[in-house]
Each structure stands twice: as structure tokens, then as C-alpha cells.
């Protein structure tokens, strides 16, 4: 079910257009944005959390109109937003941080509050560090109380920033089975520089380019594009081709076969190199 609807989208910072005529509808589950540094994902982001007014466009979500003042409230109450820079008060213990924003989302209830501070540390596996303060916890620790704050009152739609940044293995399996979970019944956006967690995660992945989605489909459809593409061999291929070396010592090169070179399946990674391949090979040089 759509919930979201974001129509001709355009936001310019002086010179630098970050948002191109960007138009998207995003429904209850999990959606992945990739995208290369500066491609305007922490943009678009900022626009559905109210936090950034577009230029050009419009965007809808939840049939409120973030434009409106009176509807913008609304939507506020009804979303949890995990930015980049959480900008957490370092002098602050982890569960007084999250009681201030629980005020600020209108839980005031006292009681109440208490609960669901309790609520949110237990999801993010924080309670035992409850009492710490932010400038104590470690960076992973910091992006788990991050993701706590956005959960509190169970928002239907969650913005998160790059919310996997700065997590061990362990705590990213951890946050991917929090976030799938969480997808099941809400509406889940993430940025994210890790195909993994798209792979791991999501049941629709978005592509961004310069302002603009250059690919909007499932994670399959996405390693497919590189179909018949993927070679492995152990010899390097032609220094012009785009390959790079895996963990077994072997070459994996995207592209026209090279010679001794065996086929193998397509990654998520594979899928979206082939379509960032010009750019991604020009960044490289
Ligand atoms: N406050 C700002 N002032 C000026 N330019 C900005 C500002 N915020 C973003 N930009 C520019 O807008 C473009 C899009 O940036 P944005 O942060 O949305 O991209 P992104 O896809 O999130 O990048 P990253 O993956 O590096 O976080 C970039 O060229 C960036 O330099």
C-alpha cells in the first residue's frame, strides 16, 4: 500500500542541485536508498522528515501535506527520523536523552514515558547502558541510541540516515532483523552505502543519481543487471576492464569476458556497479 507520494521533487543548494524532478512512491515495508557520495539522499530524507522545505515539488504521506503547516505537525507526530549527525547531548545519560525527546514527541505522561524509554533501549539493546552518558557510549552505541529516539511512540514511517554506519557484524545483524521486523507494518526509508544491508533488508531498493532515481526495483531485479557480466578468474583481466580482487586472491571483473575467465552469479554489488560503471570507473582514475 502506497503511503508516501513524492511528486517532481527539486531542492538546489546555491549552485548544486541535490534533488532533480525526483518522483517516487514508497509503501508499508522496507525501501533501500543507494547512491554515490552527493547524490541527494540525506536530501530527500531531510525533505520527508520535515526537516529541509523542497524547492519545486510536493510530497504526501499518509494523505498529509508537509507544506501546510497544520498537516506538517501531524506528519511530525507521526514519523521518527534518524539523521546523519544525530547530534546527541553528550553531557546527557542515554535514558535522559531519549525521556527529552519523548517530551518533545508528546508522550507526557510520566509513567507512560518511563515505559516507553524502557521499550526503545530494550529494542536497540541498550538498557544496560541506560544510565550512561552519550559522550561515554562507543559509535556504534550512539547510532543504536540514534535508532532508539526515532522508535519512540512507534512512528508509522521511519527516516533513517545510513543507520547501520559505525555497527560491528554482530550489531548490524542485529539492527537488519530490528529494521525488517519493524517493516513489516510500517513504512521503513533508509540511505545506506552498504548492497549488503539492501540485500539483507529491503524489498525495494531505489538508485539515486545526481538528484534523480536511475533504478527503482527489487534487490534481485538489481543484481540482475549485471547478468552475464560477472566473470572470475585468477589471472588479472585487461587493465581497462573494471575488476577488483576478492577475498580467495581471485578476480571478479564486470564487463566483456575476459580470457580463462569463468562466469559467475551476480551480486547486489555487481548489479550496481554495472549501473554506476562510467561513474564509478572515473572516480577510480
Ligand atoms: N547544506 C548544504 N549546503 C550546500 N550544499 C549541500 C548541503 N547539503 C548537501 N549539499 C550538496 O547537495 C548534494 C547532495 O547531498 P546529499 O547529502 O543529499 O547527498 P547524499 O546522497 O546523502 O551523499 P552521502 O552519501 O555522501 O551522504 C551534494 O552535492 C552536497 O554537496
Same mark, same amino acid.
Given at each position: ?6 511528486? #517532481? ?10 534533488? =532533480? ?55 511530525? %507526530? ?5 539523521? $546523519? ?28 514515558? *518511563? ?13 544496560? *547502558? ?13 547510532? *543504536?541510541?540514534?535508532?532508539? $529516539?526515532?522508535?519512540?511512540? =512507534? ?12 555497527? =560491528? ?11 525488517? *521486523?519493524?517493516?513489516?507494518? %510500517? ?29 527503482? #526495483? ?8 549485471? $547478468? #552475464? ?57
Amino acid at each position: 500500500m502506497t503511503t508516501v507520494r513524492i511528486t #517532481g521533487l527539486g531542492k538546489r543548494y546555491a549552485a548544486t542541485t541535490a534533488l =532533480d524532478d525526483l518522483s517516487l512512491e514508497i509503501g508499508t515495508g522496507v525501501t533501500g536508498l543507494l547512491g554515490p557520495n552527493g547524490a541527494g539522499k540525506s536530501t530527500l530524507l531531510r525533505c520527508l522528515a520535515t526537516a529541509l522545505a523542497p524547492d519545486t515539488g510536493r510530497i504526501e504521506a499518509f494523505g498529509l501535506d508537509p507544506a501546510v503547516a497544520i498537516q506538517r505537525t501531524e506528519l511530525r %507526530r507521526r514519523l521518527g527520523y534518524l539523521p $546523519q549527525n544525530p547530534g546527541l547531548y553528550p553531557n546527557f545519560t542515554a535514558a535522559a536523552l531519549l525521556d527529552y525527546v519523548a517530551v518533545l514527541k508528546e508522550i507526557v505522561d510520566g509513567p507512560q514515558r *518511563r515505559a516507553e524509554v524502557r521499550r526503545v533501549l530494550e529494542e536497540v539493546g541498550l538498557t544496560d *547502558r541506560a544510565k550512561t552518558r552519550v559522550r561515554k557510549l562507543s559509535g556504534g552505541m550512539r547510532q *543504536r541510541l540514534g535508532l532508539a $529516539q526515532a522508535l519512540l511512540g =512507534d512512528p508509522s514511517l521511519l527516516i533513517l540516515d545510513e543507520p547501520t554506519v559505525g555497527l =560491528d557484524p554482530e550489531q548490524r545483524m542485529g539492527f537488519r532483523a530490528l529494521i525488517s *521486523r519493524l517493516g513489516e507494518t %510500517r513504512t521503513v526509508l533508509l540511505s545506506t552505502h552498504q548492497t549488503e544491508d539492501v540485500g539483507a533488508l529491503c524489498e525495494r531498493v531505489v538508485v539515486m543519481r545526481r538528484g534523480s532515481a536511475i533504478f527503482d #526495483g527489487t534487490p534481485r531485479a538489481l543484481s540482475g543487471l549485471a $547478468q #552475464g557480466q560477472v566473470w572470475l578468474s585468477t589471472e588479472p583481466p585487461p587493465a581497462h576492464q573494471m575488476y577488483w580482487r576478492t577475498s580467495d586472491g581471485d578476480y571478479r571483473t564486470l564487463g566483456p569476458q575476459p580470457p580463462q575467465a569463468e562466469a559467475a552469479k551476480p551480486s547486489l554489488e555487481d548489479g550496481y556497479l554495472m549501473l554506476l560503471g562510467p561513474e564509478v570507473a572515473a572516480a577510480a582514475r
